[in-house]
């Protein structure tokens, strides 16, 4: 494609602002998008590790733990799925895996491709894991790994990690969480629930660009990893080398996202100056208010309140938006009112929309700006 195309098609692009209330991305804060803009230093620069030990201090306090491997994994929160199961798992290893979505069945996906033999512990999707199924799975299979989701995206459900995780120490195993949406929404508690590794996302309530993943591993999970009897099959999330560089002795390992990390690091800054107990209040008022808002207009919840998490919350459509098609509405939102909503995944495609109110999203404003083009699309004359 010739230049003066190319300069002319990207001139031509909508670059109308969008209100991403769907399950990630969520917006950005100007803040954020100026530390991104700022000038360039090398990944060994010492004033940039200086600044990535700072990251590395505020995750630790965001995951309420004292690992000393706490860092942003230089790729998407997949990523840092993968590099859990990857350390944690030699072929023929056993892992009970909570599969309640789309997510606990990526899990389980991504460890039987690393060779273990995985015992899946099937839950209804909008219901939580059955905490007593998860036990029994885990004594009778005395597993190396137990894995589950804390907060499943494809559902809206949240889990409590703290009965399946002490079962699953008390058998020997390492826990692995999946925080990708909770972390910065809800308390995390890594070292108080007993979890080995997790890993997390920065695009949803840390309201950053999308492309790093903080992940956080015990010195349980380091020891694991140096015992192995094969090689890690990833070199590029093989936590072995990627210690030499996140830790004391900065060993070149890759080339560092700087500019993502200096966005990060005025996220972590933004959570830290508002506080946890203030931001999750805020999530929780922000979903309550979707839900008076949105009822009069016939949507409900699909997940129960003690189990429902407030940054991203599944709706049953009502026939309204059913009878348009719930996916030419979703395109009208966008086109016509620049909101992104969310659809349903597997069993749920086309039943139900997920609406994210995730960081800088959590606002009672946004749940008025999505009712009101709700209110124009749904009218008798739309």
Same mark, same amino acid.
């Given at each position: ?5 190319? /300069? ?25 998008? !100026? ?50 199961? &990857? ?29 273990? !033999? ?25 597993? !190396? ?21 002490? @079962? ?87 080339? $560092? ?37 949105? $009822? ?58 997920? &609406? ?7 606002? /009672? !404003? ?9 209110? @124009?699309?749904?009218?008798?004359? $739309?």
């Amino acid at each position: 494609m010739p230049a003066t195309e190319l /300069t002319e098609n990207t001139e031509k692009t909508d670059s109308r602002p969008r209100l991403l209330m769907g399950p990630g991305p969520s917006n950005v804060h100007p803040s954020v998008l !100026k530390a991104m803009a700022q000038p360039l230093l090398g990944h060994l620069d010492p004033e940039f590790l200086h600044l990535l030990d700072g990251v590395q201090h505020s995750l630790r306090q965001l995951f309420s733990t004292q690992n000393r491997f706490t860092l942003p994994l230089s790729a998407t929160g997949s990523a840092g799925m993968e590099a859990c199961f &990857v350390n944690l798992l030699e072929p023929g290893d056993r892992v009970v895996i909570g599969v309640n979505g789309v997510f606990g069945g990526r899990m389980a996906d991504v460890a039987q491709r690393a060779g273990a !033999k995985v015992t899946r512990v099937e839950a209804h999707w909008g219901l939580p894991l059955d905490e007593e199924a998860m036990v029994a799975a885990i004594r009778s299979t005395q597993p !190396k790994v137990v894995a589950f989701v804390h907060a499943e995206t494809s559902t809206g459900v949240y889990q409590n990690p703290e009965t399946i995780a002490r @079962a699953a120490r008390d058998q020997g195993a390492l826990v692995v969480l999946d925080c990708v949406t909770s972390l910065a929404g809800i308390p995390v508690d890594l070292d108080g629930w007993g979890i080995d590794a997790a890993y997390s996302g920065t695009q949803k309530c840390l309201s950053c660009a999308p492309g790093l993943s903080p992940v956080s591993f015990s010195e349980r999970a380091i020891q694991a990893v140096s015992a192995r009897t094969h090689p890690v099959q990833s070199w590029f999330l093989d936590v072995g080398l990627l210690d030499g560089y996140y830790g004391g002795d900065r060993v070149y390992h890759h080339t $560092a996202p700087i500019s993502a990390i200096f966005g990060l690091a005025q996220g972590l800054a933004r959570v830290e100056e508002e506080g946890m107990e203030k931001r999750t209040l805020r999530h929780k008022e922000a979903a309550a208010h979707l839900l008076e808002s949105l $009822a009069p207009l016939g949507f409900s919840p699909l997940v129960a309140a003690e189990c429902r998490l407030p940054m991203l919350t599944t709706l049953n459509l009502p026939g309204s938006v059913t009878n348009q098609g719930e996916a030419n509405v979703r395109r009208s939102l966008l086109q016509n009112h620049g909101i992104e909503v969310g659809a349903g995944l597997g069993a749920l495609a086309g039943k139900v929309w997920r &609406v994210g109110l995730m960081g800088e999203n959590a606002q /009672t !404003k946004s749940v008025d700006t999505l009712r009101s083009a709700l209110e @124009a699309e749904l009218s008798p004359g $739309a």
